[in-house]
């Protein structure tokens, strides 16, 4: 069974940095392009960056230059290092393969 669990998420001021985690069971991630996606109240879900399965990254313009999308294939696990946190990236941030999606973690930017 495919399953995605992410971790990580949490309080941050302005600023600050958190590194979140997608765990994968029931598949090896580094066989798959694995992304990383946010979403608001009342907006939908938004891109925010892939790794293939070569190691190859991509993201959304807003973002580049400080979010690091990274995976560890022993550890089965896929990162998302955000830095210069800023109000508007509060949201769920959500871990994706396919078709398949974690349950999601909250990050807040608060002052």
């Known amino acids: 069974q495919v399953q995605l669990v992410e971790s990580g998420g949490g309080l941050v001021q302005p600023g600050g940095s958190l590194r979140l985690s997608c765990t994968a069971s029931?598949?090896?991630?580094?066989?798959?392009?694995m992304a990383w996606y946010r979403q608001t109240p009342g907006k939908q879900r938004e891109f925010v960056a892939v790794?293939?399965?070569?190691?190859?990254?991509n993201y959304a313009d807003s973002l580049k230059g400080r979010f690091t999308i990274s995976r560890d294939n022993a550890k089965n696990t896929v990162y998302l290092q955000m830095n210069s946190l800023k109000s508007e990236d509060t949201a769920v941030y959500y871990c994706?393969?396919?078709?398949?999606w974690g349950q999601g973690t909250q990050v807040t930017v608060y002052s």
């Open positions: 994706k393969r396919g078709a398949t």
């Open positions: 029931g598949f090896i991630p580094g066989f798959f392009a």
């Open positions: 790794i293939t399965s070569d190691g190859n990254t």
